[in-house]
């Protein structure tokens, strides 16, 4: 037996850092919707016990260290599955570069084995084990658009978002997610992203309002960190797009427009600039999970 899974990118329309927790993870609000962005991932059932990974890309583990070969022994493990599986990961998403390509791969190994292994497991269910794996995977197995606290596994759905053009332009760096937030000094964030004007915008469908009230408190250490994140936002938004934000930790940065041929005009003027740009769609509805 065979099973096709689609693992999309997201993008962070706001994070928020509130504390430092006790267990040395950080409390965040976030809201984070798809793009159709996807790696794809084909699994096969094997006789034996064995869970093989292959991949598309050069760059990545293929072994234990990897989310995807983290998902499978889980969820074989806990439901005392004897089947293998070969996973064979079609590599789009860009590695470490803000936009939850792990996780999401990961998120799509879950509901890919739930179909493959007949195991009936609900939404709830994923979501349960996806926590165990990383704070971004629970949101990656439905998708959609969503409210994110806790350590990233307490979800609110946003109901009929709001969607647009998007341009993601990624600079030729490597980020460390740990060296950003181990810099981060929550105690001094200046000024914490509304995320109340994020939800009005969304409730009044106000495009205008939702690019106003976007906002990363990592972006600003990233910065300090990598300065061309920040030229390749300001060239963003010299090109004409309504918004322009860094992604999660980075080095990503996304551009929103309602308009496709700014998206194409956005896209074109950033080529001379940085090798790495996509112009995508926003994916704001949840994909079907479970049994």
Request: proline share 5%; with cysteine; hydrophobic share 45%.
């Amino acid at each position: 037996m065979k099973c096709h899974e689609k693992a999309p990118a997201k993008i962070n329309l706001l994070l928020d850092v509130i504390r430092k927790r006790e267990d040395g993870y950080h409390e965040v609000e976030m809201v984070m919707t798809m793009v159709d962005l996807a790696d794809r991932l084909t699994l096969s059932e094997l006789d034996g016990g064995e869970i093989r990974l292959t991949s598309s890309a050069g760059n990545i583990p293929l072994d234990g260290r990897n989310l995807v070969v983290q998902a499978a022994e889980l969820i074989r493990q806990r439901y005392g599955v004897r089947k293998g599986v070969h996973i064979h990961l079609e590599k789009r998403i860009p590695v470490a570069a803000g936009l939850a390509g792990g996780s999401s791969d990961a998120a799509a190994a879950l509901r890919g084995l739930n179909r493959l292994w007949r195991l009936g497991l609900s939404a709830d269910d994923l979501r349960s084990l996806a926590a165990e794996l990383g704070s971004d995977v629970p949101f990656c197995i439905a998708g959609g658009t969503a409210v994110a606290r806790g350590r990233g596994e307490l979800l609110t759905p946003i109901d009929n978002p709001l969607s647009a053009w998007v341009v993601l332009a990624r600079p030729p760096i490597h980020v460390s997610t740990a060296a950003v937030y181990g810099r981060l000094k929550v105690d001094r964030i200046g000024r914490h992203p509304d995320l109340s004007a994020v939800l009005s915008a969304m409730a009044r469908r106000d495009y205008r309002m939702l690019c106003g009230s976007l906002g990363n408190v990592l972006e600003d250490v990233t910065i300090r960190m990598h300065p061309e994140i920040g030229r390749l936002k300001e060239t963003m938004l010299r090109l004409g797009a309504d918004a322009a934000l860094m992604s999660g930790s980075g080095p990503t940065v996304f551009g929103l427009t309602v308009r496709r041929t700014k998206a194409a005009r956005i896209y074109n003027g950033l080529r001379g600039f940085c090798r790495d740009v996509t112009v995508v769609r926003m994916l704001p509805d949840p994909m079907p999970v479970g049994n």
